[in-house]
């Protein structure tokens, strides 16, 4: 849990928005491994070490009937980039829909990221720009929450 939750922190900095996170061992764990996983986790070791991680959680099309794995993390530490290591990752997700019958592999890129939106273009993803997502959170959310 604790490489995990560095290399969380890690992405975070390098999305400049570390001052964001709030995930500790404990939540990450109870996530990961609790009664009802909210999360699953795939890494990447080097020489035994954690150099990469794919966090990812199940979603659900209402068009196709099926599953689908939204990717919410996919980081690999800067000393360990180029080596296919995020591209194997990725990969292993995709098997991993395929297996489980799901219909799409989802994920988020910030607009500002050229590195990581290449790369995904090159594997043949393709950006749903016709969609925006929309978030509540803090005080949006407990307000509209207690609006009722």
Same mark, same amino acid.
């Given at each position: 849990?604790?490489?995990?939750?560095?290399?969380?922190?890690?992405?975070?900095?390098?999305?400049?928005?570390?001052?964001?996170?709030?995930?500790?061992?404990?939540?990450?764990?109870?996530?990961?491994?609790?009664?009802?996983?909210?999360?699953?986790?795939?890494?990447?070791?080097?020489?035994?070490?954690?150099?990469?991680?794919?966090?990812?959680?199940?979603?659900?099309?209402?068009?196709?009937?099926?599953?689908?794995?939204?990717?919410?993390?996919?980081?690999?530490?800067?000393?360990?980039?180029?080596?296919? /290591? !995020?591209?194997?990752?990725?990969?292993?997700?995709? =098997?991993?829909? *395929?297996?489980?019958?799901?219909? &799409?592999?989802?994920? #988020?890129?910030?607009?500002?990221?050229?590195?990581?939106?290449?790369?995904?273009?090159? /594997? !043949?993803?393709?950006?749903?720009?016709?969609?925006? =997502?929309?978030? *509540?959170?803090?005080?949006?959310? &407990?307000?509209?929450? #207690?609006?009722?």
């Amino acid at each position: 849990m604790p490489v995990l939750v560095e290399l969380i922190g890690e992405l975070a900095e390098y999305e400049r928005a570390h001052d964001e996170v709030e995930i500790d061992d404990m939540m990450l764990e109870r996530a990961l491994f609790g009664p009802e996983p909210s999360v699953f986790a795939r890494v990447a070791t080097v020489d035994d070490l954690i150099v990469g991680m794919a966090l990812y959680y199940r979603s659900f099309s209402t068009w196709t009937g099926r599953p689908g794995i939204y990717l919410e993390d996919l980081y690999v530490r800067p000393a360990h980039r180029g080596l296919g /290591i !995020g591209r194997a990752l990725l990969a292993s997700l995709a =098997r991993l829909a *395929l297996d489980e019958d799901c219909r &799409r592999l989802e994920w #988020s890129v910030l607009d500002w990221n050229q590195p990581a939106i290449a790369f995904y273009q090159s /594997i !043949g993803a393709v950006a749903t720009d016709e969609w925006t =997502r929309y978030r *509540l959170a803090g005080s949006a959310l &407990r307000d509209f929450a #207690s609006s009722l």
